[in-house]
């Protein structure tokens, strides 16, 4: 029993400490974006930043749900916003490639709400995510639900976005922007490789597994800076 409480205070302490200090500088990042101009550009990086800071408030919410249906969709809205937040950063790169002309307000809707309709796919998958005491109240998915987030989320979001971002490598014809770009590059694969990471840990359920990839989470403060540099304070 004395082994159990401080796995869970542990799991508390991570939470609120860790992932939720990291959702408040992603909310601090939003704001410098929406402060400097609220051009199509930065409201869609924006986007990427609130839907990640607001996927850490739920979560610290469903930390203390014990009523396994709740703990359940909290959880669902919780990565559903983690992954919701890519396709924002695939929206702003297609609108610097292209141009606000071409890819007008409506394809953004498109696209966006095209990837919305996918993850919510993740809802129908039978017994997807279990949270209950045989799991501790932690997160455990099935392969089925972990084999559809990876193919949607890489398919639709992931795989554009890294084509798109270096075909604007090319097209920069200074070092200067080179640079910055390599730098936002390095911030987004950094989210991905987090994002990935967790996916996985929840449907091995191991407890080392997910100390490996909770831990490497602070790198997602670094991932934050590099992509605000890298694109929202330089272009």
Do not use: H
Not at 9 to 27: D, H, K, N, P, S
Not at 162 to 189: D, P
């Amino acid at each position: 029993m004395l082994i159990q409480i401080t796995i869970n205070l542990a799991r508390v302490l991570q939470v609120f400490i860790e992932q939720f200090g990291m959702g408040l500088f992603y909310l601090y990042m939003a704001i410098l974006l929406l402060k400097r101009s609220r051009d199509r550009l930065n409201i869609l990086m924006s986007g990427f930043f609130l839907n990640v800071f607001i996927g850490t408030v739920v979560n610290v919410i469903y930390v203390f749900i014990v009523i396994e249906s709740l703990a359940i969709i909290l959880n669902f809205i919780t990565y559903f916003l983690f992954c919701f937040a890519q396709v924002f950063l695939l929206g702003a790169n297609i609108l610097l490639l292209k141009s606000e002309k071409t890819f007008n307000s409506k394809l953004q809707v498109l696209l966006i709400s095209g990837f919305a309709c996918l993850l919510l796919g993740l809802l129908f998958i039978p017994n997807g995510i279990q949270i209950n005491e045989s799991t501790n109240y932690i997160p455990a998915w099935n392969l089925t639900f972990l084999i559809y987030a990876l193919i949607t989320t890489i398919g639709y979001s992931i795989i554009p976005n890294l084509y798109v971002s270096a075909l604007l490598y090319k097209r920069f014809k200074t070092k200067e922007l080179k640079r910055k770009w390599s730098y936002y590059v390095l911030g987004i694969l950094l989210y991905y490789i987090e994002w990935c990471g967790v996916s996985i840990s929840n449907y091995l359920n191991d407890p080392m597994i997910r100390l490996i990839w909770n831990t490497f989470a602070l790198s997602l403060i670094i991932s934050a800076y590099l992509i605000y540099y890298g694109i929202g304070k330089s272009l």
